[in-house]
């Protein structure tokens, strides 16, 4: 029954997490919608955990028992934090307010989740009582907020003023209306939630500021050696390099490391994690999601095709370079679409009529940054797949970060500090609350882009965005409608967020 007993020193937390709070079943089931009420205590990554919409699981794509003395779920650090802390089976490999708030509460704030470094709102926080200790923690306890300091540096082409600091008593960012000089680096801080330590077979970018690319994120030859397109889990695939950058950076940042960690573990940490894959395995409603003639579930991922640029609506794909903005990204549940009669056959049918609103509805895409000054086209017809192009898992293949319009203020929910950025060349100026890839480059080009991340196991996880902003996922359609004006009608609303739900 998951986690009844305490292994490996986890703490609470380990305990708590996955098998209270989301109430970890005791059925060992497969994908097909059989299940074995065996009883006994499970494997890690192996569980099914129920969420507010159903049930999901990660699996390991080779079939293999997942390794529980692999150094993810060891302590490498100083200060008692393991990969594992923020990286729970029971969010599908990520965390949530809620598990975190109940933490605090079991630990009044004390398990090593709760440390000055990151997960406070700033480094000099107090935290003597069980009040100071709430307050300092503020972020990650209601939004999964991890704080993400950044030397901003010196030759950028834009200006800095600190207009809003909430956490200025904290040590968090310059005081309130200061100024940055040009030609000073600065350290901001940033506010994010922890990425999925699951399906990064997948991904095209490490971290979402892809600040962990120590090698070049687009491999030199898109079709590699052997002709076949480069996967992310290659050994030397440019996104598998940078993992074992950020397994040591996590370690040394995150858990405060004290030595860097030896290349053995760092390639330990970044197999384990390729190796995982987690998506919705049943609905509340519609049941197994890989049920008549449907493909969801975690056991059709692990066979997912992937490779650097699949499907790209840019002409990333090299083997089919063809600009098609577009793309068709999803493919599970269109043999529901004509089921009708019973309250099973009507979700399954809402559900297959969300997926084709996100593969066929039309949004006018401009203004965003890092997609329509990259394709010289001010305005043109998209869709969700136009950035959501990876089939059946929904992030973008090649590099594409971008600006959606997320950092500014009104979307931060009054909690985040405010920076006005104004670029020293044309006197352009916006305020925003997050800087993006611009604290990395130095360059107002790339204020506020970032990567968007896969979507499988979206129900196990929220909030979302980076921010943790919307609270569900109505509330991130409604951010799109808003942003795009496209008009959803209350039926598309409902049945995209089905869909999601599904994943």
Not at 25 to 33: I, K, L, N, S
Not at 205 to 222: C, F, K, S
Not at 295 to 313: A, C, Y
Not at 323 to 334: A, D, E, I, R
């Amino acid at each position: 029954m998951g986690y009844q007993k305490e292994r490996r020193g986890y703490g609470v937390f380990a305990v708590l997490a996955p098998f209270a709070l989301f109430g970890c079943t005791m059925e060992t089931a497969d994908d097909t919608g059989s299940i074995d009420f065996g009883g006994g205590e499970q494997n890690l990554t192996s569980d099914i955990f129920s969420n507010p919409t159903g049930q999901h699981r990660t699996l390991t794509v080779n079939g293999a028992t997942p390794d529980e003395n692999n150094p993810f779920f060891q302590n490498l650090g100083a200060n008692g934090r393991r990969c594992v802390n923020c990286h729970q089976p029971s969010a599908a490999m990520g965390i949530t307010p809620v598990q975190i708030e109940a933490l605090f509460n079991a630990t009044q704030g004390l398990d090593p989740l709760f440390r000055l470094n990151d997960g406070a709102n700033g480094p000099l926080a107090r935290v003597g009582t069980l009040e100071e200790r709430r307050a300092a923690y503020s972020l990650v306890r209601t939004k999964g907020l991890i704080r993400i300091p950044i030397v901003v540096p010196a030759n950028r082409d834009f200006d800095i003023r600190v207009v809003l600091n909430p956490y200025a008593n904290t040590g968090a960012n310059p005081p309130q209306n200061t100024s940055v000089p040009a030609g000073q680096a600065v350290e901001l801080s940033f506010y994010r939630r922890p990425l999925l330590s699951a399906n990064t077979r997948f991904i095209s970018a490490v971290m979402w500021d892809g600040r962990e690319a120590t090698v070049n994120p687009v491999p030199p030859n898109l079709r590699d050696d052997d002709g076949n397109g480069v996967q992310a889990f290659e050994s030397d695939a440019p996104v598998r390099v940078n993992m074992l950058t950020q397994s040591n950076n996590a370690t040394l940042g995150h858990a405060e490391g004290v030595n860097p960690l030896s290349a053995a573990v760092r390639a330990s940490i970044t197999d384990f994690q390729m190796n995982l894959v987690t998506a919705q395995l049943t609905d509340r409603v519609a049941g197994s999601l890989n049920a008549a003639g449907a493909r969801g579930g975690p056991t059709t991922l692990r066979t997912q095709q992937t490779f650097f640029g699949i499907n790209d609506s840019h002409g990333g794909d090299p083997f089919n370079p063809a600009v098609n903005l577009k793309p068709t990204g999803m493919t599970l549940f269109s043999a529901w679409l004509t089921l009708s009669g019973t309250a099973q056959n009507n979700r399954r049918a809402q559900i297959a009529r969300g997926e084709r609103v996100f593969n066929t509805r039309t949004i006018r895409i401009e203004g965003v940054r890092g997609v329509n000054d990259a394709l010289g086209v001010p305005v043109f017809d998209g869709a969700c797949t136009t950035c959501h192009t990876h089939p059946n898992v929904g992030n973008h293949t090649d590099i594409l970060p971008l600006d959606l319009g997320l950092i500014k203020p009104a979307e931060g929910d009054n909690v985040l500090p405010v920076f006005r950025i104004t670029h020293r060349a044309t006197g352009a100026s916006e305020e925003v609350t997050d800087l993006g890839r611009a604290a990395l480059t130095g360059r107002f080009a790339d204020l506020g882009k970032m990567k968007g991340p896969t979507l499988r196991s979206l129900s196990a996880r929220p909030p979302f965005f980076h921010h943790g902003a919307a609270d569900n996922l109505t509330e991130v359609i409604q951010f799109y409608d808003r942003r795009f004006h496209i008009g959803f009608t209350g039926q598309e609303i409902a049945d995209l967020r089905a869909f999601l739900e599904a994943l």
